[in-house]
Structures are given as C-alpha cells and as structure tokens.
C-alpha cells in the first residue's frame, strides 16, 4: 500500500470474488475504495486496488473476470492521491 | 459464417490462452452468442449498455456444436494459469487487451468482443480513460489531442482504424492512447 511502511502477503487462492478479496484489503489496510465500475474505476474514494501482472504492467482491479485475475496477478498495491487520478477517485 | 471470425475463434495460433469460465446459475453455461451478452457482472448495466453500429459481427449458432467438438484445442479446465500474455487472454467470449493511456500509471483491460465496432470501442475508452482530459479524449475526430494505436501480432504499432474491424479483433494485441502532440509512437516506448 502506497505510503505504508511494510508489505503484507496475502494467498489470491483464498478469495473467490473480487468483493471478498476487495473487503478483506479495505480490513487490511484500513481503506475505503468506493464502488468498482467499468467506467469510472473505483468512484468516491482517494484509494483504488491496482496489480502488477506477469508482464509487469500495473492494472485497474476488476476489469477481467476474477479468474483471469487470479491467474495474472503477480503483486498487490492500493495506490491513492495522484497515482489514482482518473481512475474514479478523489 | 464469416470465416474470419470462425477462425479467429478456432485457430489455436490465433489465441493465445484458454480461461475456463465457471458455470452460470443453474449450471448454465452462456456461450455469449449475442453481442449484447453480459460476461462480468462488474461490468454490465443497463446503463453502461455499449451502442453497437451497424457493423455486426455475426455469431452464428452452429458454434454450440464447435466448443462442445474435441476438435476444439484445450477447452478443458486448463490446469496452468501461469502463463501472461503480453496481449489477448481471451475465448469464444471475449477477448481482453490491455489499454494504456499516455501519463497514467494504471492501465485498464477491456475485451475487444464486446463491441461491434470502433464507435463503439471508442466511446468505452472515452468512459474509461475521458476524465484525464479536460476536454475528453475524442478519439477519431480530427481535433482530438488523442490518437489511439494498437499493436498486432506481428508486434508493430497501427493506428486503429487502419483495418475493418473484423480484422482488427483478431489481430489487437494491446491499445495505446497516446498525445497527438508526441508524434509517431518510438521504439523506447514504455509499452513497446
């Protein structure tokens, strides 16, 4: 998480859904990321749930079926501030 | 059928991953025929509904018979998910590419099959990417500041719209909305 001090591990196999695996970051971190739409990313708050893929491209959360997502993510961050613009935060 | 459509979806050279795609409700599956067929409940609402124009890809109904075929190339449960395509992930329903819009960190995936033509690409990248600029990204008209490229499977860079769509769905690899004033995408280019 961007500003924290230290990185958590946590096992993707575990989750089953982006909401389960978006509730347990928001307890996690102790953040908020507002409701996902495709359009307009996570709307109505200042953190947004990214990954790194195999590629090491960083990526929205929640545009691919979650399997997919599963299968691609390789690395975590919830970025927040200006590293969110545009993608439906404050 | 159109046969490049039909072989866009059979030729295992042309895809480049297989994803199992869990049943639906009541053990249905939805082989997401029609155009208009919800693949991510994330996504679709009747308000975000993409306007299809009138060039329509044709999903004729002796596809059924095709993904049930052992012709088909690996449509089991694949067993390994390890490998990222730096490119399509796709299947019979669709077809995700990465889109990265010039000075923003964080890219955006969407499935080309989902749309019937650039209009209609257009105006999901104009949703998705538009707040970036104050006047929106107005991809296609000539006083955008934007233009948008894509990469094909030979790796080179083309301006979207150089081909018919038809051909464009099977060839896209990754998207790129890139500044006008920037010139020609370079070689050193972060998504090259």
Known sequence: MAGAPYLRKIDLKVYKSYPELLMALQTLFKCTFGEYSEREGYNGSEYAPTYEDKDGDWMLVGDVPWNMFVSSCKRLRIIKGSEAKGLGCL | ?192
């Open chain 2, 1 to 192: 059928m159109e046969s490049n459509t039909s072989s866009f979806l059979l030729n295992s050279s042309t895809l480049h991953s297989v994803f199992y795609q869990d049943k639906q409700d009541d053990g249905i599956i939805d082989l997401g025929l029609s155009l208009g067929t919800v693949h991510h409940e994330a996504y679709h609402s009747s308000a975000n509904r993409m306007v299809y124009d009138g060039d329509l890809m044709d999903w004729p109904h002796s596809n059924l018979n095709i993904k049930n075929s052992s012709t088909m190339h690996s449509r089991s449960v694949p067993e390994n998910f390890d490998e990222e395509i730096e490119g399509v992930q796709s299947n019979e329903r669709w077809a995700y590419v990465k889109v990265n819009m010039d000075g923003v960190t964080i890219g955006r995936k969407i499935s080309v099959l989902d749309h019937g033509g650039y209009s209609s690409l257009a105006l999901q990248l104009e949703d998705m990417f538009g707040s970036q600029s104050g006047s929106g990204l107005r991809l296609f008209q000539s006083e955008s500041e934007y233009s948008l490229f894509y990469k094909d499977r030979q790796d080179h860079w083309r301006p979207v719209g150089d081909v018919p769509w038809k051909e464009f769905i099977e060839c896209v690899k990754r998207l790129r909305i890139a500044r006008k004033n920037d010139g020609i995408v370079s070689c050193s280019s972060r998504y090259t």
